[in-house]
């Protein structure tokens, strides 16, 4: 077991530095207002005039979400297998060691124990800097992990979900993740506790088409980007341009298939909410 | 079966058949030592075809997956079934043609049938939207499998799909969670569910319906995280490049086997299923009566939680 720990300080890579350029100001990449880097970072991360919420770090969800923005981490070991021997323009083992150094972790998801208003949840999070949050065999596992260890001690789980789908470099067995996780959901189901999952900007393909859309309550942040299918994949299969907010967290809404939106800075509550509803 | 598309690897069989059949029809006057050259002709036939086959690359067994005579589910469902009626519809939106499902009868055995749908001429093609599925496809192939809980018949599913259909509709209604829900449904489906890829199997397109007891691939089919074409855009930026991205996905039935993804591999026809359809379905039918038999010994929770170690199990990682 690991001991409870801060990590906060430690100095993970934060994603909140690379999002935004140099300088005092930045761009809102959806309303194109000029904003206050300063004030951006007060409103975590979000656009105080479009509500756009920008990318932000696993280790900022941490500080919002959990108490004391402390949690047990657990399987932070895993390590990433090359099964393939996978090369594209570059060997998939670079590609791996690559984002190591960059992110300071060993593969795309955090996950372990931790609180949330006083109440115990088992959670996962995936980082989209480490190889865009893709789903290999170790995330996969670490998801599948994060289930059972809700499912052992029948506790809420909290999956928050960043990622473009499946690991290419792992081929099948990336595939086979999506089966691993979702089968353990089905187990979870027996022990009554909710299952909330998060999804952000932007969750799609593999994940989206597992346990994403598995949670007994699934929540957005704004104008994400969500789906199956690939926009450029979408485009060329239909010949024609894409309608205005395809895809989008507002869409998808829209169709019924999301519980809710959720502002980052009703994030916590929201969840907290939920959770004392359901157990 | 020299007629229609001929792959490139196989024109020199076709070539060797087609003069075969013409000294045929001159041999036909009687002439004996025409008789001994066929002979020696139609050795040479099984020899060629046997090395042809047997070094086949990735990319040329992807062509093979796709070939247009490939037998497809219809096929399977008219050489291994009886009394076979199709069900249509999920109930809620439309009827997806690119599934067909139905309760038949099996080595004297009743089943259910869930399959993807290829089709051969272009307006087929089009009626069975090449074998793509939309949401509506996972909701009535999941509708189906719960009929089939619910009379205790096994499940028999059959993925030939080049993918699940990527159109705006589709995400309209939820293909994510059409493919989420039937993973984690056919997960803890109480009958018996052996898995077949008789063709293409190009990722949640295929596992919307994949998860099972028994996962059978037919020698020259193939199963992927993603098309050949797809992982080339991406990765090497060029569709082009597919035969290459096939190559490093490792995609065909024997490595599949080794990633320890299915559980056996059923070796198809001299030149392939699309040579004899029955002969192979006879081969397919076979192993899934073998397997059918040996998961109804087993006790319903013994199956399913052999279903999901099998599963859970999945994946290659390590501790630092």
Not at chain 1, 249 to 259: R, T
Not at chain 2, 98 to 126: E, N, W, Y
Request: hydrophobic share 40%.
């Amino acid at each position: 077991m690991v001991e409870w720990f801060r990590k906060s300080k430690q100095g993970l890579i934060s994603q909140t530095r690379k999002d935004i350029p140099e300088g005092l100001w930045t761009k809102c990449p959806e309303c194109g207002e000029i904003i206050y880097v300063k004030e951006l970072e007060k409103n975590l991360n979000t656009c105080s005039h479009c509500d756009y919420h920008f990318k932000f770090a696993t280790t900022e969800y941490i500080k919002l979400l959990f108490d004391d923005g402390l949690y047990e981490e657990h399987d932070a070991g895993l390590i990433s297998g090359d099964p393939l021997q996978f090369k594209d323009s570059k060997k998939y083992t670079d590609r791996i060691k690559a984002a190591q150094k960059k992110t300071g972790q060993n593969d795309a998801v955090i996950s372990g124990y931790a609180k949330i208003d006083g109440r115990e949840v088992s959670f996962a999070m995936m980082d989209f800097s480490f190889i865009g949050g893709s789903m290999g065999s170790v995330v996969g596992e670490k998801i599948a992990r994060s289930i059972e260890r809700a499912t052992m001690r029948k506790i809420p789980l909290i999956i928050l979900s960043c990622s473009g789908g499946a690991r290419m470099q792992e081929g099948i067995l990336s595939l086979m993740q999506m089966a691993k996780t979702s089968a353990l959901l089905a187990e979870y189901d027996k022990v009554r506790a909710p299952y909330i999952s998060i999804l952000t900007n932007p969750t799609t393909a593999g994940v989206m088409a597992s346990y994403a859309s598995l949670g007994d309550v699934i929540i957005a942040e704004p104008k994400a980007l969500l789906g199956f299918a690939g926009q450029r994949v979408i485009k060329q299969t239909i010949g024609a341009d894409l309608p205005p907010g395809f895809q989008s967290s507002e869409f998808f809404m829209e169709h019924g298939f999301l519980d809710k939106i959720v502002h980052r800075r009703d994030l916590k509550r929201v969840v907290s909410q939920l959770i004392s509803h359901f157990t | 079966m020299a007629n229609g598309i001929v792959l490139d690897f196989e024109k020199p069989i076709v070539e060797l058949e087609k003069r075969i059949l013409e000294m045929r029809e001159f041999a036909s006057g009687g002439s004996v030592e025409l008789n001994s050259e066929i002979e020696s002709l139609e050795r040479k036939l099984e020899k060629l075809t046997r090395e042809i086959y047997s070094n086949l690359s990735r990319w040329q067994r992807v062509q093979l997956a796709r070939h247009p005579k490939r037998p497809y589910t219809n096929d399977y469902i008219e050489h291994m079934t009886e009394g076979f009626i199709e069900l249509h519809g999920d109930r809620g939106f439309a009827d997806d043609k690119a599934v067909v499902c139905g309760p038949a009868m099996f080595h004297g055995r009743k089943v259910m049938i869930v399959g993807q749908q290829k089709a051969r001429d272009t307006k087929s093609k089009l009626y069975r939207n090449f074998g793509m599925m939309h949401p509506e496809g996972y909701r009535k192939a999941m509708r189906m499998m719960k009929l089939a809980e619910k009379f205790s018949l096994p499940v028999l599913i059959f993925i030939d799909t080049p993918g699940a259909y990527p159109g705006i509709a589709a995400e309209e209604r939820g293909q994510a969670e059409a493919i989420a829900f039937n993973i984690k449904e056919m997960a803890r489906l109480r009958v018996p569910i052996i898995i077949s890829i008789i063709g293409e199997g190009a990722s949640g397109g295929a596992l919307g319906i994949g998860v099972g007891d028994v996962i059978l691939m037919m020698e020259n089919s193939w199963y992927s995280v993603i098309s050949p074409e797809g992982c080339a855009a991406i990765l090497w930026r060029d569709a082009a490049m597919a035969p290459q991205a096939a190559e490093a996905l490792k995609l065909t039935a024997p490595d599949l086997i080794e990633l320890g993804v299915i559980d056996r591999i059923l070796p198809e026809p001299p030149g392939g299923a699309h040579r004899d359809h029955k002969g192979a379905a006879e081969i397919l039918a076979a192993a899934i009566d073998e397997h059918l038999m040996a998961i109804m010994e087993m006790t319903t929770d013994e199956m399913l939680s052999k279903r999901l170690d099998k599963f859970r199990n999945m994946g290659v990682y390590y501790h630092d």
